[in-house]
C-alpha cells in the first residue's frame, strides 16, 4: 500500500490559483504515468514518462503540465483550471520492461489525489 | 487509438453465486489485459492479469479469459463473498513499445447480496 503515495490526498483551488500535485514511488520503477478518474468516465490516461522522459501525452490541455525530475518523482502542475477538471488524479508506475529487455510488468497506484475546482 | 467497452455497468449477485464481467477492445495490436478492483475511497489494485499468449489464467476464485479473434475478454469471480463488493475495471494494452497506458473499461460495480 505505501509503494505508491500522492500528496497532498484533498485539494480544494480556485480557477485562478497554481498548484502541483506530488507522486512518489518506492518500487524501483522506471516509469510512471498520470491518470484522471471522473464521475461516469473511465479512467483517463493523461501523461506517461519512461526512464524520466515523457513518452505520451494523451492531447491533455496545457494547463495540465507534468513534470519527472528523476524516475522515482512525478509531479503535475495545475494552472487556471476548470470546474470539469474537478476529479480523483491517480498516479500509476510499472516497470518499463522494453527499456530493460523484458515486457512492460503491472502497473500499480497511489492512492489518488481529490481534486476540487471552485 | 485503443477502446474498451464493459458490461455490465451494475452486477447484483447472491453471496455464493458466481460473477462475470465482460470486456471488448477494438485495437488487435492490445496484447495485455489486466483487470482492477477499486474500493469505495480506495486505490485500483490489480487482481489478475492476461496476455495475448494464452487463453486463460485462473488464480484461486478469480479466472480471466481470452478470445483474440472476436477480441474481448471476461473476468469469472466463483463463489462470491460480501468482501467481492467493488467497482471492477478492465483494461488494454500494447506490451513491447516501451511503457505504455492503460485504457480502461468505464467499470462495473459489483454487488453481493448476502
Known amino acids: 500500500e505505501t509503494g505508491v503515495t500522492q500528496t497532498p490526498r484533498h485539494l480544494v483551488m480556485g480557477m485562478t490559483n497554481k498548484k502541483s500535485l506530488k507522486c512518489e514511488q518506492h518500487?524501483?520503477?522506471?516509469?510512471m504515468y498520470w491518470y484522471k478518474q471522473s464521475a461516469k468516465k473511465p479512467l483517463e490516461l493523461m501523461f506517461v514518462?519512461?526512464?524520466?522522459?515523457?513518452?505520451e501525452n494523451n492531447s491533455v490541455p496545457s494547463r495540465f503540465s507534468p513534470e519527472c525530475p528523476n524516475s522515482s518523482h512525478l509531479f503535475l502542475h495545475l494552472h487556471t483550471l476548470q470546474p470539469e477538471d474537478s476529479a480523483l488524479y491517480l498516479c500509476?508506475?510499472?516497470?518499463?520492461?522494453?527499456?530493460?529487455?523484458?515486457?512492460?510488468?503491472?502497473?500499480?497506484f497511489g492512492p489518488g489525489t481529490r481534486l476540487t475546482v471552485l | 487509438g485503443e477502446n474498451v467497452e464493459q458490461h455490465p455497468s451494475t452486477l447484483s449477485v447472491q453471496e455464493g453465486d458466481s460473477a462475470v464481467i465482460k470486456c471488448t477492445y477494438s485495437?488487435?495490436?492490445?496484447?495485455?489485459f489486466p483487470w482492477y478492483k477499486q474500493e469505495l475511497g480506495k486505490r485500483p489494485q490489480l487482481i489478475i492479469d492476461?496476455?495475448?499468449?494464452?487463453g486463460e489464467k485462473k488464480d484461486q476464485r478469480i479466472a480471466v479469459t481470452l478470445n483474440k479473434t472476436a477480441k474481448h475478454f471476461s473476468l469469472h469471480i466463483t463463489e462470491t463473498q460480501p468482501e467481492d463488493s467493488a467497482v471492477y475495471f478492465c483494461?488494454?494494452?500494447?506490451?513491447?513499445?516501451?511503457?505504455?497506458?492503460?485504457?480502461f473499461g468505464k467499470g462495473t460495480h459489483l454487488i453481493i447480496q448476502p
Open positions: 518500487l524501483g520503477h522506471n516509469a
Open positions: 514518462y519512461s526512464l524520466e522522459e515523457r513518452v
Open positions: 500509476a508506475s510499472s516497470q518499463d520492461g522494453v527499456a530493460a529487455g523484458g515486457q512492460t510488468d503491472t502497473q500499480y
Open positions: 483494461a488494454a494494452s500494447k506490451v513491447g513499445g516501451g511503457a505504455d497506458g492503460l485504457t
Open positions: 492476461i496476455r495475448s499468449n494464452v
Open positions: 485495437d488487435s495490436a492490445s496484447n495485455y
